[in-house]
T-cell receptor, first 111, second 110 residues
Framework: DGGITQSPKYLFRKEGQNVTLSCEQN?????MYWYRQDPGQGLRLIYY???????QKGDIAEGYSVSREKKESFPLTVTSAQKNPTAFYLC??????????FGPGTRLTVT | GIQVEQSPPDLILQEGANSTLRCNFS?????LQWFHQNPWGQLINLFY?????KQNGRLSATTVATERYSLLYISSSQTTDSGVYFC????????????WGLGTSLAVNP
């Protein structure tokens, strides 16, 4: 099955710990994206990558880091520098057509 | 930057009713998409509609790019239509970043 997977579905961490969220796609898409969604809000772009070994900051990159070593994978690390990390995190990818397609998301709770 | 305004913010329908959701843009947008976020958080692509009209079953969408708005029509609503509907588009200067509205939260009651 072609698609985008994110793991884990739910993640709990203590304040001060870094945590890495996984995003994998087998759609052969070049571009991948990370978004953050807070309750009752739209999506805000954290980082995006147009091609392997390259990525750009989105609108709210502070406190986050990413890597893009493989086309299929775009992991997001939420660092201890992120002031309010509790949120719903969505990964997306885009191929040659203009549409972005989304994974199921990871709900991160930091206490 | 471009602002995306969606209306209404909240909507409650009885099953079987029809509704129209609206998306207004403050400037020209490209690559307009409509999404449905189900109660589990999954975002589902509904339409890619930079201009014109498309239909898919009980849903249809119309974008009038020159007037900077898009409409999503839901006919004969069902409880499974509940969730949040988002529109998003890219601006002419940067087609790599989607700009999102805050969504319309729809509840369809049986």
């Amino acid at each position: 099955d072609g698609g985008i997977t994110q793991s884990p579905k739910y993640l709990f961490r203590k304040e001060g710990q870094n945590v890495t969220l996984s995003c994998e796609q087998n759609l052969n898409h070049d571009a991948m994206y990370w978004y953050r969604q807070d309750p009752g809000q739209g999506l805000r772009l954290i980082y995006y990558s147009q091609i392997v070994n390259d990525f750009q900051k989105g609108d709210i990159a502070e406190g986050y880091s990413v890597s893009r070593e493989k086309k299929e994978s775009f992991p997001l690390t939420v660092t201890s520098a992120q002031k309010n990390p509790t949120a719903f995190y969505l990964c997306a990818s885009k191929g040659q057509d203009p549409e972005q397609y989304f994974g199921p998301g990871t709900r991160l709770t930091v206490t | 930057g471009i602002q995306v305004e969606q209306s209404p913010p909240d909507l409650i329908l009885q099953e079987g009713a029809n509704s129209t959701l609206r998306c207004n843009f403050s400037d020209s947008v490209n690559n307009l998409q409509w999404f449905h976020q189900n109660p589990w958080g999954q975002l589902i692509n509904l339409f890619y509609i930079p201009s014109g009209t498309k239909q898919n079953g009980r849903l249809s969408a119309t974008t009038v790019a020159t007037e900077r708005y898009s409409l999503l029509y839901i006919s004969s609503s069902q409880t499974t239509d509940s969730g949040v509907y988002f529109c998003a588009g890219t601006n002419a200067g940067n087609n790599r970043k989607l700009i999102w509205g805050l969504g319309t939260s729809l509840a369809v009651n049986p």
